[in-house]
């Protein structure tokens, strides 16, 4: 599967942006999804995930609150929605895939290793 991020950009806090995540390949509902982001000098971390439903998303406490993870298969594409973004959600955000079971998923789901399928990043870049 291929996998294309968009909707990056230059921002300022308190602003809103949604990323995008469209699949090709096998239909999007056999894959679990996951946004993590790198900023510069600092590890690649979780962000937010989803697989079946509500109920398989999780996000990173950081996000918690302000950023929305949803998918619409019809149209192989996952959105994260971004608000009130601040100075340090600057970073690039990828997002990635893999084929996996709920259980597995379910304590998984934030280890960047689990994923098979990458994407080029997008940058987000939030101005103080």
């Known amino acids: 599967v291929q996998l294309q991020a968009s909707g990056g950009g230059l921002v300022q806090t308190g602003d809103s942006l949604r990323l995008s995540c469209t699949t090709s390949?096998?239909?999007?509902?056999?894959?679990?999804v996951a946004w993590f982001r790198q900023a510069p000098g600092k590890e690649r971390e979780f962000v937010a995930s989803?697989?079946?439903?509500?109920?398989?998303?999780y996000y990173a406490d950081s996000v918690k609150g302000r950023f929305t993870v949803s998918r619409d298969n019809a149209k192989n594409t996952v959105y994260l929605q971004m608000n009130s973004l601040k100075p340090e959600d600057t970073a690039v955000y990828y997002c990635?895939?893999?084929?996996?079971?709920?259980?597995?998923?379910?304590?998984?789901?934030?280890?960047?290793?689990?994923?098979?399928?990458w994407g080029r990043g997008t940058q987000v870049t939030v101005s103080s």
């Open positions: 990635a895939a893999t084929v996996t079971t709920t259980s597995y998923y379910s304590r998984n789901y934030y280890l960047d290793r689990e994923y098979d399928y």
């Open positions: 390949g096998r239909p999007l509902s056999s894959y679990a």
């Open positions: 989803n697989f079946w439903g509500v109920s398989s998303t």
